[in-house]
């Protein structure tokens, strides 16, 4: 694994995370993933974030560093804009390595990094919002204070020089990169398949902090950004506007306006919901609208919760299961109101056997979300003609509300 230029005194070094494990022991990344750090080198060297020990990342980012003529014991400052695990897992190791590096993050950085890794006291520095470090050669980096940019001590750097912002988890995406890191290196296809999965992260990771996206943002809008390096995914050199962008775009879904298109997330025990379902389709279909379909338990939450999140419109197919809910979309729902999917256009239906229920349960698991709701419609046992057509209205009606989305 060799480092990739980014100029004359940054690099990239990036190590490709292929597993079965679960990204937040929550999300998949049958994609994979990667672990981007950083070096801005002048007379002293920074390393910018680090990495775990994941599926042998500290070895990777190791040959990438030797690839340029350092290895860790030669790092004068470690920055570390973030404090989860997965770019901080191998602190301890790095300094049992390297015991005269400074390391660098805010304030309550320096307390996670306490709790986490029971560190010695020394050799820590908490700057604040536009403190400033001297690498020499001209090469200043500049600190930005970024709360809940997803956890309450990230940050940013800035390095003027080379116009190049580290963001770790802000503008990344899952999907492992190979040889290549760098946007103009990647074909059109492949930026399809980085655009869903950034989609898939911000929703999966981001989406509650939306609002500190924005804000974010904004406090950075005046600097000439010629390169955005994310600790997850590609690095932005030649449009770095587009991933800034996109993240803008992905934040306004959190309060709307989302896509004008329809995720269909359903469960049925035997059928009869589906039945339903697919007359509520029909009436969908016949108004041109955009939808999918997603069927749980059999489907990740993590693609489910993607294609709510940019859905200006929902339909919920559950059938009522002992007096409640299909436990499944109960699972749903309490993503939804973790990930704070808000302000959407929302058509519940459903079957029941010998009594309902799931409504009075529905109520007090969405409680708070601000939906839209179009009236409800249940059944007993199959969907007979009349709650066919019906259904087929209510999914006109539905479709009708997104195109005014």
């Known amino acids: 694994m060799k480092a990739h230029v980014i100029t004359d005194a940054v690099f990239c070094l990036h190590a490709d995370i292929e597993t079965t494990d679960l990204f937040e022991g929550i999300w998949p990344i049958p994609s994979g993933v990667s672990l981007n750090s950083y070096v801005v080198r002048g007379e002293k060297i920074a390393l910018i974030d680090l990495i775990r020990d994941w599926i042998n990342a500290p070895r990777q980012i190791e040959d990438a560093l030797n690839s340029i003529g350092i290895d860790f014991e030669a790092v004068d400052y470690l920055i570390l804009n973030h404090m989860e695990p997965d770019h901080t897992g191998w ?19 320096l307390n996670l990094i306490k709790s986490f890794y029971k560190t010695p006291e020394t050799g820590l520095r908490a700057v604040k919002d536009g403190d400033t470090l001297d690498l020499g050669k001209g090469n200043v980096l500049t600190f930005y204070e970024t709360p809940n940019l997803h956890w309450p001590e990230t940050m940013i750097t800035w390095d003027n020089a080379s116009g190049t912002l580290f963001t770790c988890d802000a503008f990344g995406s899952f999907g492992k990169l190979g040889e290549r890191v760098f946007d103009d290196e990647f074909n059109k296809e492949e930026h399809v398949f980085f655009e869903e999965e950034s989609l898939r992260y911000y929703a999966n990771i981001v989406s509650s902090f939306s609002v500190f996206v924005e804000r974010a943002v904004k406090k950075l809008e005046s600097l000439d950004i010629r390169c955005v390096a994310p600790s997850h995914g590609i690095v932005w050199r030649k449009d770095p506007q587009t ?126 979300l601000k939906w839209n709701h179009l009236e409800s419609l249940e059944w007993a046992g199959a969907p007979g003609e009349a709650e066919q057509i019906a259904l087929e209205a209510r999914g006109q009606e539905l479709a009708r509300a997104v195109k005014r989305n």
């Open 91 to 109: 602190l301890r190791e790095f300094r049992e390595k390297n015991t005269k590096a400074e390391i660098i993050t805010t304030a309550k950085g």
């Open 243 to 368: 991933i800034i962008s996109r993240y803008l775009r992905y934040a306004t879904y959190a309060k709307g306006p989302a896509e004008q298109e329809i995720a269909l997330i359903w469960g049925s025990m035997y059928g009869y919901t589906r039945r339903g379902l697919d007359a509520v389709i029909r009436g969908i279909e016949r108004e041109g609208v955009p939808y999918t379909l997603h069927r749980i338990p059999d489907e990740n939450i993590s693609y489910v919760l993607s294609a709510a999140y940019k859905s200006a419109g929902l339909v919920l197919a559950m059938p009522t299961y002992e007096y409640a809910m299909f436990p499944p979309m109960a699972y749903v729902l309490d993503i939804f109101h973790r990930k704070h999917i808000t302000g959407k256009t929302v058509l519940r239906i459903g079957s029941w056997g010998w009594v309902g229920g799931a409504k009075k349960d529905y109520e007090a698991a969405i409680e708070g």
